[in-house]
């Protein structure tokens, strides 16, 4: 793994808590989410991951199928143009980024269902750079990818996309007016809402998930973001056009995910949660090694 390379350092550490702070300075592009939790330098400056293990069934056909999701979120630094990973972060354009890898295998039946989204999101101004999504649904493959482009008056996205039913080739998304949420990076974005109020409520606009065989994007459609902040918990709800997803946090900060309940009638659980460097537990039995270590969990 190229990027353990440039964690390896406590200077590389270092970095990380600098650029966090400095970007904490920036404003964010919607006052309804707040870059508190991607920009904390307590929780990333260790440049270790945020590493979720997640019980979930995915509806397939009217019926659910059960699979592990392991979500992690990582700290580190991209070229800004390529964005690229560096193992130098002392690069003087070095961009602070959080990375999202979400991969998942579903049985069904004789065969597997793949998926693999990786999310990539900028901290000078707190938004969504970049998202991908692979994956295999037992009839073919499908590779899907989102950029941001920003000009002086504009900010658009480009998406092109490679499946079994058919291609796109780089095509222009203009971004909508008001805060824009892409469904695949719902599992961290929840976690970025302004919670300062106990209840409260937004207009987003929601594009859809990349994870289906279709070649084409969709569009954005309205949604709307709700929250009530309770004794231990924060709920969340997304009301859009396909119905209602739901989600509970953890009250305090880190706002973890303990639950997602999607309007289609898959739901994830939150099993385990650590904060380790993975690029060290590859080797067999190391997953079991670092689930018994209690100095890598996230306190229940």
Known sequence: MRLSVAYSSDHAHALIALALILCSHINTASAQFVAGFMQNASYWHDGKSEIDFYNAEFVRDGQPHQCEVLLTLTPGFVDPTSLAPLDNPKQPDALPVIRMNENATLPRGIFAEQRSVNILWRLDFTALARISAVGTDGLGNLAKIIYETRETNKISWCYSSDTYRGTVNGQEIVNPNGPVVFYDEL????????????????????????????????????????????????????????????????????????????????RWKLKNSLK?????????????????????????
């Not at 961290?188 to 070649?215: H, M, N, W, Y």
């Not at 880190?254 to 009638?265: N, T, Y």
């Not at 060290?280 to 996230?298: F, I, S, V």
């Open 187 to 266: 599992p961290l974005r929840v976690r970025t809402i302004d919670f300062s109020k106990t209840a409260g409520e937004f207009d987003v606009q929601l594009a859809p998930t990349l994870v289906t065989p279709s070649k084409e994007f969709g569009e954005f459609k309205s949604a709307k973001f709700s929250w009530k902040t309770g004794d231990r918990a924060i709920e969340v709800s997304l009301r859009h056009e396909g119905g209602m997803d739901r989600f509970v946090l953890d009250r305090d900060f880190p706002f973890l995910l303990r639950e997602w309940s999607a309007a289609d009638g898959s």
């Open 276 to 300: 380790a460097e993975y690029w060290n537990y590859g080797k067999n039995g190391d997953r079991e090694r670092a689930l018994r270590d209690p100095m890598l969990r996230h306190p229940d």
